[in-house]
């Protein structure tokens, strides 16, 4: 694909003998809300995990911006531009959500060690450009209200939109998200829905989920990708990969 803003290339993992992921490559395009697919098994957190540089492929390449994701380190994935949130939330609950959130955006400072412990001027700067931009982030999720409150005393739903936030304030490109959906209530749901859309026209942001919820994801998604067994079966609109025989088969074992 022209200009794909992520290229997925013959991406091969092998655990000892097992085959986690075998020759799978999709393109996405920038602004697109991808969503990965497949049963339990399939081999989707292996390739977020490749996307992420916690693993290493075997076999193939993955270009983010048309430069060899493996160029970079797996410490400076964020500042390249890609953010990511977990299936299990890795937050922490004694820490305000502002703090949390400002967390996130530390991978775009330039300060070291020393020039912190010392609290220079240029230190105090950045700290207030991040705080401003924080706060920006935490406005967009409608997390005001709980800014100053611990993680620890939020509910599920709110703790995941903190996580969310925390991801967006590292100014991501492409954004990787793990089950977001995932423990959600119907109202939730249809709230994160919105917010998905809302937060890729506005931040122009590219997003690529792996996610359960076959609703969420056939409405939220310009483009889904299926995975059976470590392999691509089906890339394309969700309406034809919804029809598609082999993503049928995968899901319900039977023909369409």
Do not use: W
């Amino acid at each position: 694909m022209p200009n794909a803003l992520l290229q997925v290339q013959n991406i091969t993992v092998r655990f000892g003998g097992i085959t986690a992921l075998d020759g799978v490559s999709f393109d996405v395009a920038p602004g697109t809300i991808a969503g990965l697919i497949g049963p339990n098994g399939a081999g989707k957190t292996t390739l977020f995990n490749c996307l992420s540089r916690l693993y290493t492929f075997s076999e193939g390449h993955i270009l983010f911006e048309g430069t060899p994701l493996t160029a970079t380190p797996p410490h400076g994935i964020a500042a390249l531009g890609i953010g990511r949130t977990f299936q299990n939330l890795a937050l922490f609950r004694t820490m305000s959500v502002r703090h949390n959130v400002m967390l996130g955006g530390h991978s775009r400072t330039s300060s070291g060690f020393l020039s912190n412990a010392l609290r220079l001027p240029h230190v105090r700067r950045e700290e207030q450009r991040l705080g401003l931009h924080a706060d920006q982030v935490i406005a967009l999720l409608d997390l005001q209200s709980v800014s100053e409150t611990p993680v620890a005393d939020l509910p599920f739903g709110t703790a995941k939109r903190v996580e969310l936030a925390r991801a967006l304030v590292s100014q991501p490109k492409l954004l990787l998200l793990d089950e977001p959906a995932g423990g959600l209530n119907h109202e939730e749901v249809e709230g994160l829905l919105l917010l998905l859309r809302r937060i890729r026209d506005e931040l122009k942001l590219t997003i690529l989920l792996v996610e359960h919820h076959m609703n969420l994801v056939m409405r939220v998604s310009d483009q889904v990708i299926a995975l059976d067994f470590g392999r691509k079966i089906a890339d394309g609109t969700p309406a034809d990969v919804q029809a598609n025989a082999d993503v049928i088969r995968a899901y319900l074992g039977v023909e369409a």
